[in-house]
């Protein structure tokens, strides 16, 4: 099972990126994880990733696909699968992983979009309580907008693949469970 995970932040993606991946026993890749172990590296890469997400801007394509796709490749040649989590995050970086997903077997087979309104979206990220810089009220709000510009136009670039189901995250965190597994059960045959 290959999912991609695409969602504003504080739909529900990290949640339910977990369950597909116990369920299915497959990886879950998620990229804001990835950058804060690498930020939080007393490094130059740790630093500059750490300036990118304090300010809830997005990580620039080239340093995201160098970090994340090598794990993805990986883990559909040892698992099976992925679930990614909040990779791609912008049209070029979905080009370019679909290319090399091409290239090495490993294309998604589903993209699962979680949509809420933005009122819901910024109550769950300033009320997570993990003393996150990029989860206060002002960050949220740059954070939807950052997404509504650079990442909302992949739904349309991945309906056009036919790969798109949509499902409302407001609902309940196991409603929403089950109508993902329902999909892909549907895919996984």
């Known amino acids: 099972m290959r999912v991609i995970m695409l969602a504003p932040p504080g739909a529900g993606k990290g949640t339910q990126s977990e369950r597909i991946s116990a369920r299915y026993g497959i990886p879950h890749i998620a ?96 009320g997570r309580g993990e003393n996150r810089a990029d989860d206060s009220a002002a960050v949220a709000r740059h954070r939807l907008e950052v997404y509504a510009e650079n990442t909302a136009p992949l739904v349309d670039y991945y309906t056009g693949r036919g790969l798109v189901t949509k499902i409302d995250a407001s609902s309940p965190v196991d409603v929403v469970s089950e109508e993902i597994f329902a999909v892909l059960d549907r895919i996984k045959g």
Do not use: C, H, W
Request: hydrophobic share 45%.
């Open 31 to 126: 990229s804001g994880d990835i950058f804060r172990e690498e930020s939080a590296r007393p490094t130059e890469l740790g630093q500059r990733l750490r300036g990118y997400l304090d300010a809830g801007d997005l990580v620039p394509d080239d340093l995201v696909l160098s970090l994340i796709m090598d794990r993805v490749v990986e883990a559909a040649e040892k698992s099976g699968g992925y679930v990614l989590d909040g990779f791609p995050r912008t049209l070029p970086q979905a080009e370019a992983a679909a290319g090399m997903a091409r290239e090495t077997n490993v294309s998604a087979q589903a993209v699962i979009y979680l949509d809420a309104s933005p009122d819901v979206l910024i109550a769950r990220i300033a």
